[in-house]
């Protein structure tokens, strides 16, 4: 009844045109391969089911023929009831091992496609991550993968035992008369073309709502999380107004898809149930004329009843079906993202670091974002072993960019990044970030225990004891607030526990990337939410444990330049300098504008093109 | 279903009254029209067949007639049941998601903090999704269900009210597996909905801080960890899954033995004369035809249990009460002077402890008032107090002399406007962004607002202009630009009382120093609370505040308190000397 699809391998999408629905789906043979036997077991016993339930028409046209209408034998009656009830005990068992068997496997596919969405996510670049929005993600891990999985273990199973049943019934009211399969026949033409065209028609919408629905799911979670932005203007109304908005395009939407869906539904309603109506006006003369038995019109009737339901419910198959090529499409199309910044195929160890420490080299350095300007423009910079540089630049110079290059956050558009003679690219990722730490201007907490917060890049060979890495490190970033936590180190921080203020979660951030202790270490503006005397505590023990340790830390105030050695200072894409505090006040005008504020006559003018 | 859920439910449904009667008729009539297939059939055989015999005609030809005309009907009210109850279900899902919405907007920031922003998240995106799923197809077809069942046993009551008592017996072991099946499944689908919030908000958290797991080499740890919870979800629906199982095999075993009964009983009574075939059939017919719509309710039940849940958990929601609520008589401020008085202040968070012990605090309409001290020295308090983020637990704060609870919020908002150190940039165009500050701004005020913080240039210089998309977050945009943005917000706000909390923490110096001309215009005539940790951008104040602990230690104007040599005026030192560092 169905355009069944042939068992053909699936393409990888090769030509420019959209794959069909079929070989979209049949993509689902990658994660679904463990379960694909019990789901074929499965679907055996849910045709055998359906098929029992066929038997019950042929063993009614037996009683009424037989004992019922001619021999009268109270026996075969009580015997006719017996088979029904044991073919009927049988059905139920059998519907019961399609449970059994596809249920436990179809979440399990579920979890290993969500799984492996997942750590696909967490491969993927920053560069991807600053494109996508979380709604969008979010609805991709959770909502489409529920469609697929009840597609898998429900919609897909039904709907080719659905069409099998039909196929079978068909034969057999074929067999008990051609005229009244003929019939039947003839109806069931129309309803595979409204199928067809109904599936057009729907999978435009379906993509639209669902589309629509990660829109909205954007704008719940920037509501959220802009919270304070919101209350501090007043603006929940005009959030709201704009939620509202997309809210009702989705709406519209979803009644849109309520229309498609309403006219296949006139159809697999009216049509065969007008069909038993024909049926029944071709049938009942051909009875009274002695051409079919009074047993197989009724064998007729039931068989077509119990077609019917099959017949009705290839609709939703086919709709739940459409729904599960849009999911798996919007599930592909991030799994398919080809991870830009990936490990090479034979990595090269990092050597161990030089007596005064690690040396980092960055030579002709360009990076641009997509689609963007460049940012860095042939930046040249060393950072001797040991050392700590400070970078100082204009907002927008690209320090934090530059930064993010080294642990390969971002890859550079061209020009390498070295660490002790080896390019970034050339060794994993694991292992250049064992060697590399950052501390984010913007410090991001992870809903566990502050121990785990601090200790999270501490490498576990390591033989230091952790209790001893957490607390130098603690102490590093005067974090002693944790001790009035109310479970100490042990407190759980972030999304799912206690919030600290700004400056408490900056001091955390800088002790993880202390704990860490790193062969390099990069602060972004480490200490911009400390107020001035804690900052000034932690700069005097920072210098203390950076000893040795490469260093390079982006700075915008003269207290962040006093733990640098020297300083380097980004313009226009490139270094124009390096030089100590002292040195460069002196002589470079851009240094001095740029940590002073004074101007210069032709600073100015700089300024006023530059900034 | 607990009272909050369905007080919930009735007010939802009250407005679309009409729409959902409709439906209900719509659903009735198309059920009617369905049920009274097996009848005719019935019918035909018993007397349409014989009466062919006699060689009238007309018997089946009104019976077929009937049959085509049902059959057309019961089509067409079918699918304008699935238009009209998806119109319905729409709106209603609409009108929540708009209530939930507003709700969480209006709720405090404590709230906020509390319960956590994935908890709000999953509240807003998969509860609804259960609620939608269940309201989509999973009413209309309980509802029909429901009906099928009773018009069957009603039309073959009407053909034979023997046969229609099998029925009715029928249905008592198949409550019993309903009501076992409810018990089980409420208490699985509960398990569900938070095992799924628990993965949403794992997800949400690995997401919003890619940057750090990455640079960490959290991937495998944060995936076990995910790992984990994917199991648990898994396991969780697997069970729900299973318990369902149980419950449609159990029906199907149900119905078919009923079917084998039906067809024993009546079999014998046509052999004794008592049933004509036809009849019998029927009832085969019916009885064969009574189970499915309890497998149907067994397949929308998972639907209408995780949506229940689901209800219930956005029910409580939307039962919090914000600890800020807006005033009951409003007084209007339409022009605010900027006069603030605190007057017997105390305040903790939630029922903490004291955080501000005591504050008596005057500052006068257009006075530049500075807040120095520690980190967790109250000063950012004070500030959200002032904006009112949080209700004083004692005393009062007046803006004019107007308690700030009872102020308007519409005027407050325009009064007194808070810029964080935390810059978020909603997706849209910078320019959008700005107009935050205040909606339906032309084009001129918004770049005169930029210029004023000098962040114009810079945006001019984006690809796009002021049209230029901010990724989400606002990525590609630094922190301090990000500022600049957030501080433009501010002064096209306009607002007679500017609280700057950090608001400057992420700039450079010479961002700093221009938004510091900015603002020795900007503040001309506005009071102005400043939090900062640099002394660049305090020395310029009218007047400082040294806070410790909670309470004012120092007050008086910056140079006064660099001459009186307090703690003011070592920090005071230290900046100094950090000035000429190296």
């Known amino acids: 009844m169905t355009d069944v699809p042939p068992p053909a391998p699936a393409p990888r999408a090769g030509s420019g045109r959209a794959p069909s629905t079929t070989v979209a789906l049949l993509r689902l043979r990658e994660w679904a391969r463990p379960a694909q036997r019990r789901i074929v077991v499965g679907g055996l016993t849910a045709l055998g089911a359906s098929l029992l339930s066929l038997m019950l028409p042929q063993v009614l046209r037996w009683l009424v023929n037989g004992p019922l209408l001619t021999d009268g034998s109270r026996w075969a009656v009580v015997a006719g009831a017996g088979v029904v009830l044991a073919l009927g005990l049988l059905e139920a068992f059998l519907i019961w091992c399609r449970r059994a068997l596809i249920a436990t496997p179809g979440t399990a596919v579920e979890r290993e496609m969500r799984v492996s969405m997942f750590r696909h996510l967490l491969d993927l670049p920053v560069e991807f991550h600053d494109r996508w929005s979380g709604g969008q993600l979010l609805s991709r891990a959770m909502g489409d993968l529920g469609a697929i999985r009840r597609w898998l273990v429900f919609g897909l199973v039904m709907m080719l035992v659905s069409a099998a049943t039909v196929v079978a019934g068909i034969a057999l009211m074929l067999a008990t008369s051609w005229e009244l399969g003929l019939v039947y026949l003839a109806g069931a033409v129309p309803m595979v073309w409204l199928s067809f065209r109904f599936r057009e028609d729907y999978k435009v919408v379906a993509r639209r709502a669902r589309d629509q629905a990660g829109d909205l799911a954007t704008a719940v979670e920037e509501s959220v999380h802009g919270i304070r932005v919101l209350k501090a203007f007043g603006r929940g109304d005009d959030a709201l107004e704009d939620f509202a908005r997309q809210a009702e395009s989705l709406r519209v939407t979803e009644v849109h898809k309520a229309r498609t869906l309403s006219r296949v539904t006139f159809a697999l309603n009216a049509i065969p149930e007008a069909i038993l109506a024909v049926a029944l006006a071709v049938g009942v003369p051909l009875a009274a004329h002695g051409h079919l038995s009074v047993g197989a019109l009724i064998a007729f009737f039931a068989t077509a009843t119990i077609v019917n339901r099959p017949v009705e419910r290839l609709g939703q198959f086919l709709a739940m079906t459409l729904d599960a090529r849009a999911a798996t499409d919007r599930y592909a199309q991030v799994l398919d993202t080809i991870v830009a910044v990936r490990d090479p195929e034979q990595p090269v160890p990092l050597p161990a670091p030089g007596p005064a420490g690690t040396r980092v080299e960055l030579s002709g350095v360009a990076f641009a974002h997509p689609g963007g300007e460049r940012v860095l423009d042939g930046l040249d910079l060393v950072l001797e072993p040991g050392t700590t540089t400070a970078i100082v630049g204009l907002t927008g110079s690209g320090k934090s960019t530059l930064l993010q290059l080294v642990p390969r956050l971002y890859d550079v558009s061209t020009g390498s990044v070295r660490i002790d003679g080896v390019d970034v690219r050339e060794t994993t990722r694991a292992e250049l970030r064992s060697a590399v730490a950052v501390a984010f201007e913007d410090p991001i907490l992870f809903s566990s225990t502050v121990r785990d917060n601090v200790l999270m890049g501490v490498s576990r060979s390591d033989g230091t004891p952790e209790d001893e890495l957490l607390a130098t490190a603690l102490d590093v970033a005067s974090a002693d607030f944790v001790a009035d936590l109310p479970h100490g180190v042990d407190t759980v921080i972030g999304e799912e526990g206690l919030s600290l203020s700004g400056g408490q979660r900056q001091r955390i951030a800088l002790a993880r990337a202390v704990a860490a202790r790193p062969r390099v270490l990069l602060l972004d503006d480490p200490l911009s939410a400390l107020d001035v005397s804690t900052e000034a505590a932690v700069t005097e023990r920072l210098r203390r444990v950076l000893v040795g340790t490469t260093t390079l830390v982006v700075a915008h105030r003269p207290s962040t330049v006093a733990l640098a050695d020297r300083v380097a200072v980004l313009e226009g894409g490139r270094i124009t300098g390096v030089g100590t505090h002292t040195d460069l006040l002196g002589t470079h005008p851009h240094y001095r504008y740029v940590l002073t504020a004074l101007e210069t006559a032709d600073e100015r003018e700089d300024a006023g093109v530059g900034a | ?582």
């Open chain 2, 1 to 582: 279903m607990r009272r909050r859920s369905l007080a919930l439910l009735r007010s939802l449904v009250g407005p679309v009254r009409t729409g959902a009667a409709g439906a209900v008729v719509l659903v009735v009539l198309s059920e009617l029209a369905t049920a009274a297939g097996p009848a005719l059939v019935a019918y035909g055989i018993d007397h349409a067949l014989p009466a062919m015999g006699d060689g009238r005609t007309w018997p089946l030809v009104a019976t077929a007639g009937a049959y085509l005309v049902t059959a057309l009907l019961g089509g067409l009210l079918a699918s304008a049941a699935v238009r009209a109850s998806a119109v319905v279900s729409q709106t209603i899902l609409l009108d929540l998601r708009r209530r939930v919405f507003r709700h969480t907007q209006r709720l405090d920031l404590e709230f906020h903090e509390r319960y956590t922003s994935g908890r709000i998240i999953s509240r807003q995106t998969s509860d609804l999704d259960a609620v939608r799923e269940l309201l989509d197809g999973g009413l209309t077809t309980l509802g029909s269900s429901l009906l099928a069942m009773m018009f069957t046993v009603v039309g073959l009551a009407l053909l034979d009210w023997r046969s229609a008592l099998l029925l009715l017996v029928a249905v008592v072991p198949g409550i019993v597996l309903t009501r076992w099946f409810q018990v089980r499944s409420q208490a699985q689908y509960r398990a569900s909905r938070t095992s799924a919030a628990r993965l949403v908000v794992s997800f949400v958290e690995a997401m919003t801080g890619i940057r750090a797991v990455q640079a960490f080499r959290r991937e495998p740890a944060t995936a076990r960890a995910y790992d984990e919870r994917a199991e648990e979800y898994r396991a969780v629906s697997a069970e729900a899954i299973r318990v369902n199982g149980v419950f449609d095999t159990g029906l199907t075993a149900i119905a078919n033995v009923t079917v084998a009964v039906v067809l024993l009983v009546g079999g014998l009574r046509v052999l004794d004369g008592g049933l004509e075939v036809g009849v019998l059939i029927g009832a085969v017919l019916y009885a064969r035809r009574f189970l499915n719509p309890l497998s149907q309710i067994g397949m929308f039940y998972n639907s209408f249990q995780s949506a229940t849940a689901a209800l219930e958990k956005v029910a409580g929601l939307l039962a919090e009460e914000p600890t800020v609520p807006d005033p009951a008589r409003p007084v209007h401020l339409p022009a605010s002077r900027g006069d603030l008085r605190f007057e017997d202040v105390s305040f903790g968070y939630g029922g903490g402890p004291l955080v501000l012990p005591h504050l008596d605090l005057h500052v006068p309409a257009g006075q530049q008032l500075a807040l120095v001290g520690r980190t967790g020295a109250g000063k950012s308090t004070v500030a959200k107090l002032l904006a009112r983020f949080y209700d004083v637990r004692d005393g009062r704060i007046l803006l004019d002399g107007v308690d700030l609870r009872d102020v308007d919020p519409t005027d407050l908002r325009r009064a007194v406007v808070m810029v964080t150190q935390e810059a978020y940039l909603f997706s849209g165009s910078v320019s959008a962004n700005i107009a935050i500050g205040r909606p339906g701004a032309t084009r001129a005020q918004v770049e005169e607002a930029a210029r004023a913080v000098g962040v114009h240039d810079l945006i001019s210089a984006l690809p796009d202009g002021y049209d230029t998309e901010v990724d989400k977050r606002g990525v590609r945009l630094s922190a301090g630009q990000r500022q600049l943005v957030s501080f433009a917000r501010a002064v096209l706000a306009d607002p007679a009382v500017l609280i700057l909390d950090e608001a400057t923490s992420s700039l450079d110096v010479p961002g700093e120093a221009q938004v510091q001309r900015g603002l020795a215009t900007l503040l001309a005539g506005r009071t102005a609370v400043v939090i900062a940790h640099r002394l660049s951008t305090v020395m310029s104040s009218d007047r400082v505040l040294v806070v410790e602990g909670g309470r004012v230690v120092e007050d008086g104007s910056p140079d006064q308190l660099v001459a009186a040599g307090g703690r003011f005026a070592a920090l005071h030192a230290d900046w100094q000397a950090s000035l000429g560092a190296d």
